[in-house]
């Protein structure tokens, strides 16, 4: 490792809340937010909150990370109350949430309203807490599920327009690129605007229209209709399965990698002609409802603004499974409109 001195390192400081930091998403993700590569030049002072119950195993993480010799490192703050975590945060990485299938409050939580209203209420807390303690541009990430629905009523509690919430459909788009460089038999990093439009959820649309392999048509390149259809679109879609049914847990070192490449999206501008895939609130673009939280081709510009990217064009299939995605947000909308 080069020798970095005081100078160089001490130009910049950046706050990281980190929710659900005892997870495992959380303990292949904050180890890369203090590693330099991220926030170059830059002291990273993090936050890092959990449950009541959880809290203390956050002393050993902490422990692990002083022993890990990263010279971004700031201080490390340790809460089991997210309001108190959120003061002058710039970056909020929500990574908590309750999961299918736990007993809480002594009751088993299966059906997926049932999950949209216990973390919905959640994240009306946080959201509250960041729009009135957070940065003035804080940039928020929700990874917890179910992800838009949740950022849609975090970014709604926290009625602050200068802060950008977006919810993480980088591992998606990863994912998809993965597979596309697969069937071409190239390296991944030579597959761009990867676009995921819609849910974090398996009604998703990754969209092999506009992506491209060195700069020309994937679909092109690939030419195989049905493999897309019957094939590509699926896998991708039900990859979180895949992951679980194969591994026994769900994906963490990947969505944990997802989300540091967001943020790298966010804090770099977009190459001309590449894209980076989050959901983002809707303003009526490519005729999606405005006030959902949906996927959609972004762009970070010079200036750090995170735009919409506006001028790529669907096929009548891709515009029919993108609007049964934006359904399905609809759907997500009504059952917790209370929380709205
Ligand atoms: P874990 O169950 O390992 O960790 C979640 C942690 O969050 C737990 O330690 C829990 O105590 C904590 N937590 C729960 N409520 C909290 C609250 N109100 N405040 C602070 N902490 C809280 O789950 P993990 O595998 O880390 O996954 C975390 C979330 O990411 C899940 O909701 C999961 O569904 C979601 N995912 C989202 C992905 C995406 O692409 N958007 C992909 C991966 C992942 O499935």
Redesign the pocket.
Known sequence: MSHITNEEFMKKEINVVV????????YSLIPRLIDGNLFKDTIVNLSL???PQ?VEKLEGLAMELDDSYFPHLGSIDIYDD?SAASHNGNWFLL?????RGIVYKGKKIEERSDLLKINGG?FVDQGKAIGSNGANEAKVLV???P?NTNALIGMNAANNKDQTWM???M??SNRAKSMLAKKINCNVSEISKMVIWGN?SPTMYPDFENALYKNSSVKEAISDLDWFSNSFIPSVQQR?KAVIDARGA???TS?AK?AIDTIHACENPTLSGDCFSAAIMSDGAYDVPEGLICGFPLMTLSSGKIEIIRDLSLSDGGKQRLSQSVQELIDEKSAVQDLL
């Open positions: 929710t659900g930091a005892a997870g495992q998403i959380g909150v959990e449950i959880v997210f990574v908590g949430s309750i999961p959640i990874v917890g599920n992800a919810a993480m459909t591992l998606d974090h979180g769900s994906s963490a969505a997802a």
